[in-house]
């Protein structure tokens, strides 16, 4: 793993892109670097802050530079989870730590109930799986209306119903299909659907991603430590709370990470939130703090 630069995996249905960034060799055990609607420019600033270990961060597959052989069905966390054991196995560096975020969150998981034995620490960070919610029926209808409004009407609006979906704190009432649709001008979103209907995000993964239930069973017996966190600003936001309900399913307590849900981006897709900070206390979960 001494060669730095992109590297091109197959696995079955999906080529893969990621990246190796070596380094100073302090700490020997690779950090893999996750998530599933970002690629892997999104951890570009993290990544920044752990030269003294290889650093290893990809593209998930129909996402960014990674392919996927069918272009239109949806994407399940096993599936994502079989493409991260093939990620691991071909880095030939023995198990490794994973900090997972948002989706990637839920398909780490999804990789550790099945090869457990490939992942030494896991930080799960805001895993948006409703099943573990007590009001996962309203969510779950939220996201199935996201996803028929992304079909129906185009990106825009699907964005602004998603914004509101993961921003709104506590639970979503029964009647939530019961209020009006939010105006996607009012988020600085375009009105006008253009006619694509390409984004992985609502066309693929959502509707698997927060439908996955955890294999509590699996997990507890996997020999992988598993941490789960949540934003100190997304308190009772919709991931914020499945982090806190994986959490008490683990018998663990969750861990308070700096900023919002997207804490660890520098500036990243025009989003700044606290890197800096988000590092030093994933350092400090890695190190067993």
């Known amino acids: 793993m001494a060669e730095t630069g992109t590297r091109i995996l197959e696995t079955v249905g999906a080529v893969l892109r990621y990246d190796v960034r070596p380094g100073s060799g302090a700490d020997p055990r690779p950090l893999l670097l996750i998530s599933s609607h970002l690629d892997a420019t999104g951890f570009t600033t993290l990544a920044s802050h752990f030269g003294d270990r290889t650093v290893v961060t990809y593209d998930p597959r129909g996402i960014g530079r990674s392919t996927c052989a069918d272009g239109a069905a949806a994407i399940l966390p096993e599936e994502h989870a079989d493409d ?32 457990g034995e490939l992942v030494h620490t896991l930080v799960a960070h805001e895993p948006p799986t409703a099943a573990v919610l007590p009001d996962r029926e309203a969510v779950l209808g939220l996201c199935a209306d996201v996803h028929t409004t992304y079909l ?18 506590g639970p979503f009432p029964e009647e939530w299909a019961e209020e009006p649709a939010p105006d996607p001008a009012a988020f600085g979103l375009s009105t006008e659907d253009d ?21 509590f069973a699996a997990l507890r ?29 683990l018998g663990t307590p969750p861990v308070v990470f700096p ?31």
Request: glycine residues 16%.
């Open 259 to 289: 900023g919002h849900r997207a804490g660890f981006l520098g500036g990243e897709y025009g989003q700044q939130g606290v890197p800096a900070e988000f590092a030093e206390t994933l350092r400090g979960v890695l190190a067993g703090e």
């Open 84 to 115: 991260l054991a093939r990620l691991i196995e071909a880095l030939g560096a023995g198990p490794v730590d994973v900090f997972a975020s948002s989706g990637g969150a839920v398909n780490a998981l999804a990789l550790v109930a099945a090869r």
């Open 152 to 169: 129906r009407d185009g990106w825009g609006p699907a964005m602004a119903k998603f914004i509101v979906l993961t921003g709104r704190e």
């Open 221 to 249: 017996s996997a020999p992988t430590r598993i941490v789960l966190a949540r934003g100190r600003e997304s308190e009772g936001m919709f991931a914020a709370r499945a982090a806190v309900a994986v959490a008490e399913g």
């Open 195 to 215: 006619g694509t209907r390409d984004d992985p995000l609502f066309g693929r993964n959502l509707l698997g991603c927060t439908s996955y239930r955890p294999d």
